[in-house]
């Protein structure tokens, strides 16, 4: 199948995009991710995904356009729910570039990281692979987590330590939050 693989970062494509094409399938990257903060971050994955990128030969559109403003519009007064829109924010461009092109088939290195909600990530995925008649291609990728990350260390990609959100950051770096979100 030809599949259209949205990226969140160099990192995590290595996984996914080595079992897909062990499996014989065609894959072509998209970077669409208006979440990351700050704009550094969001130039550093970027580098680290055309770095992978050229070592893997791996075909990957990459949109650069800073997406915070609109990422922030849509989830200010809705942090708890911040995650669900996340994944639609960056999912269903996904999917209509992948009908645009003609793939077969559409996934997410979303599903490579242990700390996504695994469950309402393929929840979302059916319901636009059912809105838009391109399929859904479903993997747990998150049993090769070690790989990916042995991987990028060898291949010296930058590493992000937080998902990239402002949120995330803060979950990230903040011990005060940390304690109380642990009480």
């Not at 990192?11 to 990351?36: A, D, K, M, W």
């Not at 700050?38 to 990128?53: C, D, Q, S, T």
């Not at 994944?87 to 003609?102: C, F, H, I, S, W």
């Not at 992000?160 to 642990?182: A, H, T, V």
Request: hydrophobic residues 30%; proline residues 4%; contains cysteine.
């Amino acid at each position: 199948m030809d599949i259209l693989l949205h990226v969140c970062c160099g990192p995590c494509t290595i996984y996914p995009l080595s079992r897909l094409r062990e499996q014989g399938h065609v894959v072509e990257g998209y970077f669409f991710n208006p979440n990351i903060h700050p704009y550094r971050e969001f130039k550093r994955r970027i580098g680290a995904l055309v770095e992978l990128a050229d070592k893997t030969g791996l075909p990957v559109e990459i949109d650069r356009n800073y997406g915070l403003t609109k990422y922030l519009r849509q989830v200010v007064f809705h942090e708890q729910q911040r995650c669900q829109i996340c994944y639609d924010m960056r999912l269903e461009p996904t999917v209509k570039r992948a009908a645009e092109q003609g793939a077969d088939a559409f996934t997410s290195t979303l599903l490579y990281s242990r700390y996504q909600n695994h469950d309402l990530l393929k929840k979302k995925c059916e319901a636009l692979a059912e809105k838009y008649g391109v399929a859904f291609y479903y993997e747990d990728f998150r049993e090769g987590w070690q790989v990916g990350i042995d991987g990028s260390i060898a291949m010296g990609l930058y590493r992000q330590p937080y998902c990239g959100c402002i949120y995330s950051e803060q979950e990230r770096y903040d011990k005060k939050l940390r304690k109380k979100k642990r009480r």
